[in-house]
């Protein structure tokens, strides 16, 4: 049974409605202190420690942890004629919307002679992660790759974990997938120890270190990407997936109860949340989801999951509030299904992603929609994004100014600086504008 929380009669403030809301018990500050050790291991030793964290974790070292390229060609030879052309449609698709996140570049004239100009460059090197623990995700390659290259990003190297079924070698659907988006550079690595080897390199392996790692995983993998922050920069501390569903008494229970169910089937610590204003509605969703876990071969899993801490059914007055408890929770996936799903999403401001309607389910998004399935987790939509082209991309402010245009502002520098207490600062203008 999924916990419940009644919040009806009136919202508590937003700090105690911060801590009401549902969260996994292990979180990713929990798995800092044994990340820590991993990535420096992979910092201190490289390659010997990667292999040993293979036996550890993944059930065997990979004979080769650079990939051969003859193996990526292989892969592709592979694909089944159907997995391939989801493939090819998925990456058309993610690299049409990714296209229209790459901001234009700009000029601004202040004055005669004073411009600034806005440009946007792409990152020189950057590591891609693609999680593969308890399932195989292609979809999480083309959602890395194919922004980085739109962006303009010219090197690119990915890593995903050994499997113990494929010999220790990364699985062939996704060398597949890079081999499809012409990449070359495959490593067999995983968890926190293949974040550090990202961030520091790995000579040994001709593993250089990136400038930007990306990419979702466990709790482990997000808390090594907060340990190599500032060493690299990173997209956001991805942890285990959340649906968050806002509905109403007119929606399918049916419906909603899939779609809790398939973000439940990611990992044991993944949240799916039932914000409603129905408890007959609420009952009748929780009905509907033994018979559908009961065939599924990852039934075990998600009931974890949706029995959990981080899975609840959340009772309010109205669709006012429910958009308040939405935004406090900031969920990685949004659903809204309810009479009117526009007014809904007109009080939405904090999510990784919206699916609006009955027809637009998560699983859209994880694999088709076109829009980026990486997105925020633990309540970081609250002031972060999802991955995407501009991800890549470094702005930059570039400015030009004619003599005649920096005489004008003198006087003001030299007013400013002076008021700091830094002269200089002032006397660096006069000394081009008082010959």
Known sequence: MM???????????????????????????????????????????????????????????????????????????????????????????????????????????????????????????????????KAVYPSSVVMNVVPAQVAGVGSIALVSPPQRDHGGAVHPTILAAAGLLGVQEVYAMGGAGAVGALAHGVPEIGLEPVDLVTGPGNNYVAAAKRLVRGIVGIDSEAGASEILVIADDTADAGNVAADLISQAEHDEQAGSVLVTTSAAFADAVEAAIPERTAVLGTAARLQAALDGPQSAIVLVDSLTDAATVSNAYGPEHLEIQTADDDAVLADIDAAGAVFVGPSTPVSLGDYLAGSNHVLPTGGQARFGSGLSASTFLRPQQVIRYTAAALAAVAPHIVALSTEEQLPAHGAAVSERTNR
């Not at 010997?48 to 059930?59: I, K, M, P, S, Y």
């Not at 493939?87 to 229209?100: F, G, N």
């Open 3 to 133: 916990q419940r929380i009644d919040l009806r009669g009136g919202l508590p403030g937003r700090a105690e409605l911060l801590r009401l809301m549902p969260r996994a018990a292990g979180d990713v500050g929990h798995a800092v202190d044994a990340a820590r050790v991993l990535v420096d291991d992979v910092r201190d030793r490289g390659a010997a420690a990667l292999r040993e964290q293979a036996e550890r974790f993944d059930g065997g070292a990979p004979e080769h942890v650079r990939v051969p390229a003859a193996e990526i060609d292989a892969a592709v030879a592979g694909l089944t004629p159907e997995l391939r052309a989801a493939l090819d449609e998925a990456i058309r698709r993610v690299r049409a919307a990714s296209a229209a996140q790459v901001p234009s570049p700009s000029v601004t004239t202040l004055a005669d002679g004073a411009e600034v100009h806005q440009r946007w460059q792409p990152m020189r090197r950057v590591g891609l992660y693609v999680p593969g623990g």
